[in-house]
Each structure stands twice: as C-alpha cells, then as structure tokens.
C-alpha cells in the first residue's frame, strides 16, 4: 500500500481498505461500476482520495478504470492463485535467508513468533478468525522483515493488503473446519519458527512450502465454491 513521505496512512489509503475488503470479500459483484461522487459522499470526503484509492485499485487489478468509469473486476480464482504463486516464493526465500542470520537474531525472532503462536492459540479459543488472521500476517511480516532485502520486502509490501484479506477468508474457513483443521495450522507455525532458530534451510523451507501450499488449497475451495453460488 502507498504512503505518504514518513509512512503514514492517506485519506485515499483508507477509502482503499475498505473497498478492497468488500470487493475480496464478494459485497460488489462483478461488472459494478462506482461513481465517484457517491463514494466521495459515502466518505464524506472530496473526489480526491476517491480517485487515489481507485487508481491503487486499479494497480492491484481489482477494478478497471475506463469511460464508463471504475468497474469492479473482482479478484476471481486465478488471481488469487497467481497472488500465492508469489506469496510461496517470497516466503521460502525471505524465511531461508534468516537462517543466515546469527543464532542471536534467530533466537529473538523465533522468541517473537512464538509469542505470535500462543496469542492465535488465544484468538482460535475465543473462535475469533479476524483476530486470528491479523496475528497470522504479523507472524509472516516478521519473517519477511527479519531478512533484511529490501527488493523483496517491496514486493511483499505491494501484495499485503491483498494476502491480508484471502487469510482473512482462510481463517475463517479454517475455523468452520474445525479444532483439528486449527491445530495443524498453529503445528506448523511453532515448527517453522523452531527450524528458524535451528538455522536449518532446508527444513524451514519445507514447513513454510506445505503451509502455504494448504493455505492456498483452501483458499481455492473457497473462493471455487463462491464462484459457484454466484452462478446460480
């Protein structure tokens, strides 16, 4: 997402959190065209950060600007598939780089994801998804963050609004699933961050492709039986 010199949020940010969100999340269908000045009222705001936050949503593909003005594309399956294609990537690479790290820095992050870990235990007891989903992508900033490159930390920042809200629907799929869908996850996350404080590449890279990969299927599923009662 963009920021303003100094990193903070602009008004245009926010109008595109929350379109973003009711787009991903299927509350405007497909071909829906917004109108400028009903969204600068819906905000109480001036045209201004209504036509930031549609170019930014334009950028992420989830609306096309044209003559007849900014119609809703939607983030459809192979989207989203495409979106985790990059995601597996860049987290194999960023959590196998912090294994170079020194044990010191390994330690303190493992320390910290396992904090993460028991506070997702909290919100999956209190049957909580949005919490659960926040704590999950803070768990998987601190990997991408803690490898210090700074090429891929963009990349990561570019595609985080959208990870943010398809591990939103997962969570919430998960816990529809289940307690046992809900412990494998939270196994995979205590494994990954001991194979990070171990140094061990090879056996980070594995854990972090199976739990992408399975957060990815289910996001599939999802978003195919979506698709399908739209149809109907």
Known sequence: MKRHAGGERTLGDAVADALRREIV???????????????ARRFGTSRSPVREALRQLAHEGLIALGRNGAQVVGLDL????????????IEQFTASRVCERPRAERASLALML?????????????KDWKD????DL????????????RRVSRMWEEMRSLVELTLALVMRRRMQRGDADMRSALAQHRSLAEAILAGDAAWVKRVMQSHVEETRRLLESGLHEKLVDDER
Request: net charge negative.
């Open 138 to 149: 803070a768990y998987h900033d601190a990997i991408v963050r803690a490898s210090g490159h």
């Open 132 to 135: 659960l989903s926040n704590l």
């Open 78 to 89: 192979g989207d989203a598939l495409e979106l985790y294609d990059v995601r597996s990537m």
């Open 25 to 39: 999340w299927g509350e405007w269908p497909k071909g829906h065209v917004f109108s400028e000045n009903a969204l």
């Open 114 to 126: 396992s904090a993460l870990v028991s506070a997702m235990e909290e919100a999956v007891s209190r």
